[in-house]
């Protein structure tokens, strides 16, 4: 059976990978994910740069194809990202006024939420917002508008897409364990944003992991999914993974009730952003690696 297929026997809801026009079309590429994940996440597609790269001119030919692909195919859909600082172009970085600001976060969000309104399951609506001491990231966002932006962009998403769950997603909040600053910063802080009514469903961790860090993710997971009402690991990799490295992290998951699914941050090694350390599950041949076969025999 596929890892897809057994977490959906587990009670989850995908296993998943990002890919995007270009991993699609490569055949071997898209055959494997037809057979092996239930899940795709746009890998750079969805992101502001991409999407609106000058104020109101929206382009969302990517993100069509991979959607279409998606629903044509049966599988499910995460939505990455309306608001983070990279990938951001400059017309937006230039705005000093909060006005301004909360105006083109609401546009931007309804716009791309809007167009694929029912058809994605989780969005990642703000992205990497905290910083290490697990305080609000320096960004446009951050400078003008306080801690604001992060309810102006869910409220924005909410309205447009009631039926998405949405997500906040960062990286390094499972990877230095449970007592880490960011984890515990982030944990508080969708708490208190939580209470405060603000409509975040879920909290994802991204999970770029190093050699040696799997073992950090169970505790680590367990006090992000303890604030929300389901979590989820988005974007895993692990350099130069031992197969055990992966039946961990994944684990994590599995023994967590809400924790919904898993994402590997794409198919084939040589794809990878980290294409250098053989991160993920499949080799240059589009062969399952052991790691992957592991999973298959443990989970
Ligand atoms: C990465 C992509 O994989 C690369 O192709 C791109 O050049 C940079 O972004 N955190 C995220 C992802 O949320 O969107 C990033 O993806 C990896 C780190």
């Not at 970085?93 to 600001?101: E, F, N």
């Not at 919904?260 to 941050?265: A, D, K, L, Q």
Request: some cysteine.
């Amino acid at each position: 059976a596929s890892i897809d297929a057994i977490f959906k026997k587990l009670g989850k809801l995908y296993f998943g990978t990002c890919a995007d026009s270009g991993s699609l079309s490569q055949t071997s590429n898209a055959a494997v994910i037809m057979a092996d994940f239930g899940q795709v996440t746009p890998e750079n597609s969805g992101k502001w740069d991409t999407t609106e790269p000058s104020q109101g001119k929206f382009n969302f030919g990517g993100l069509d194809t991979l959607v279409n692909w998606a629903v044509k195919n049966n599988k499910l859909v995460r939505g990455h990202t309306t608001v983070w600082h990279s990938q951001l172009p400059g017309w937006v970085s230039a705005i000093t006024s909060k006005g301004t600001l909360t105006t083109v976060i609401q546009t931007h969000v309804s716009t791309e939420i809007g167009r694929y309104a029912g058809k994605i399951l989780q969005w990642d609506v703000v992205n990497e917002v905290f910083n290490e001491q697990g305080g609000l990231r320096t960004s446009v966002f951050s400078t003008v508008l306080g801690e604001d932006f992060v309810r102006i962009a869910f409220e924005a998403a909410k309205k447009t897409d009631p039926a998405a769950k949405l997500y906040i997603n960062d990286y390094n909040t499972v990877e230095l364990g449970s007592t880490y600053a960011k984890t515990t910063g982030m944990a508080s802080y969708v708490k208190k944003w939580i209470a405060a009514g603000i409509p975040i469903d879920g909290i994802g961790a991204q999970a770029h992991l190093m050699a040696g860090q799997a073992k950090n993710v169970p505790a680590a997971l367990a006090v992000l999914c303890a604030v929300a009402s389901q979590c989820a690991i988005t974007e895993m990799d692990i350099v130069n993974a031992a197969p055990a490295d992966y039946v961990t992290a994944v684990k994590a998951c599995i023994d967590i009730p809400n924790c919904v699914g898993v994402t590997v941050w794409g198919v084939r090694d040589p794809d990878s952003w980290r294409a250098s350390n053989n991160p993920l599950l499949f080799n240059s041949a589009y062969a399952a690696k052991p790691a992957y076969s592991a999973l298959v025999a443990t989970l």
